[in-house]
């Protein structure tokens, strides 16, 4: 790629699912779009990433948390958004949308997952074997299914614009389709969320006033 050729959308996937769906969003962006491998991450997000990658897609067979966090810290470190796009039984999950600097990152969106999740314990516990063996995890895909997330992850990519920090899930079971936000945690070094602003709180609770008469 020359120095001054435009920014192009990178696309990364794993397993069957990823690579079928990277091929289908490579075919949507007709010269506008490069394949990486996982171990090109660095290259993506290296010196002068924003002048070579406007977005980077991955797009995952099944969850690989370890993987995401890495490429979130280096997604906020370059300036370079990306999007997450993921067969997670039974959903189809595209998203979030990370912009750095404009939205919730990715290490909030798993936190507030597990905030909201009955049966974190065991999701640990699966998330824990995917990051010790990339080979392992539930095989098989329909095409149908490939088929519509990809349409979806590009038209967000198109038009990131009202997708930052959103989550657009797919009912793999009735194709219900279902979006939800992602609200960053108070005080995340990474995406800048400010603290609660305690001193406005103490106020409103009068923390002063009852201190002060020991009730
Ligand atoms: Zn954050």
């Not at 997000?45 to 002048?51: N, V």
């Not at 690989?64 to 189809?92: I, K, N, Q, T, Y």
């Not at 992850?153 to 930052?164: M, Q």
Request: hydrophobic share 40%; charged share 20%; with cysteine.
């Amino acid at each position: 790629m020359s120095a001054d050729s435009a920014p192009t959308t990178a696309l990364l996937g794993f397993g069957d699912f990823g690579t079928h769906l990277v091929d289908l969003l490579a075919a949507r962006f007709p010269g506008a779009a490069r394949t990486v491998a996982p171990s090109d991450v660095d290259e993506v997000f290296g010196a002068g990433a924003r002048s070579r990658t406007s977005c980077l897609v991955v797009a995952l067979w099944r969850p690989a948390p370890a993987f995401c966090e890495r490429v979130d810290g280096l997604a906020h470190a370059a300036g370079v958004p990306w999007l997450l796009v993921s067969d997670e039984h039974p959903a189809l999950l595209i998203g979030p949308y990370v912009a750095p600097g404009a939205g919730p990152c990715f290490r909030c969106y798993s936190d507030r997952r597990v905030q909201h999740d009955t049966h974190r314990e065991d999701t640990r516990a699966v998330y824990d074997a995917y990051d010790k063996d990339p080979e392992f995890g539930p095989s098989g895909h329909l095409p149908s299914h490939v088929r519509i997330t990809a349409a979806i992850a590009h038209g967000i990519v198109s038009r990131p614009a009202g997708h930052v920090g959103r989550v657009t899930g797919v009912d793999k079971r009735n194709l219900a389709l279902s979006r939800h936000p992602v609200v960053s945690r108070h005080g995340c070094h990474r995406c800048g969320a400010p603290p609660p602003p305690r001193d406005r709180l103490a106020s409103l609770l009068g923390v002063r006033d009852l201190e002060s008469t020991r009730v």
